[in-house]
């Protein structure tokens, strides 16, 4: 299997710890001013969704894998599994809810999704940066309550309720930032 440098191994980049497959999260290149310089990576397990934080010099390597990705369609949920179907072939790909964490929370039903595979093994999904989302119910504003940025709570068409301004209401269309599950603009 091929290697990859530590400071090579950005966000999305696929690797291969202790023979399991994890997708690097976050990368941050540290360099104290004693010591040499390291590099914290936040990783995601593929299978089980878990996350750590490993911490290694700048010359280590990590064994890597190239995923194919292929452009899917969102059916439904089925028990604690979500289906999903290629537009070509019509074939239908189940994937353990577990396995795609919080990222459940912006898939619309009928929704285009890119699907990661490990040779035939559907191993997990890749979300767009953000994505457009109907709000379906939130709390009016409080008079009064309009000074410094003040938030209300909402709960979009997905059942993901998150912060948004004052402003917004029922009915308006939202973008979510997929990454942090925070509001970015009206759509």
Do not use: W
């Amino acid at each position: 299997m091929p290697t990859l440098g530590a400071t090579e191994a950005r966000v999305n980049t696929v690797l291969v710890i202790d023979g399991k497959l994890c997708e690097v999260t976050e990368y941050n290149h540290i360099k104290p001013g004693k010591g040499p310089a390291k590099v914290r990576i936040k990783v995601r397990y593929l299978k089980d969704g878990r996350v750590v934080e490993y911490t290694v010099g700048i010359n280590e390597s990590f064994e890597y894998t190239e995923l194919e990705l292929k452009d899917m369609e969102y059916l439904y949920k089925e028990g604690s599994a979500f289906v999903f179907m290629d537009k070509e072939t019509y074939e239908q790909v189940h994937l353990p809810a577990d396995l795609l964490g919080d990222q459940v929370r912006y898939l619309l039903e009928n929704g285009p999704v890119t699907v990661t595979f490990n040779g035939e093994e559907a191993v997990g999904i890749r979300l767009p940066s953000s994505v457009t989302l109907k709000v379906t119910q939130t709390s009016g504003a409080v008079r009064g309550n309009t000074v410094n940025n003040a938030t209300k709570d909402a709960l979009v068409e997905t059942g993901y309720s998150l912060q948004v301004p004052m402003f917004v209401g029922e009915g308006e269309l939202i973008k979510v930032d997929t990454r942090t599950g925070k509001y970015l603009e009206r759509a």
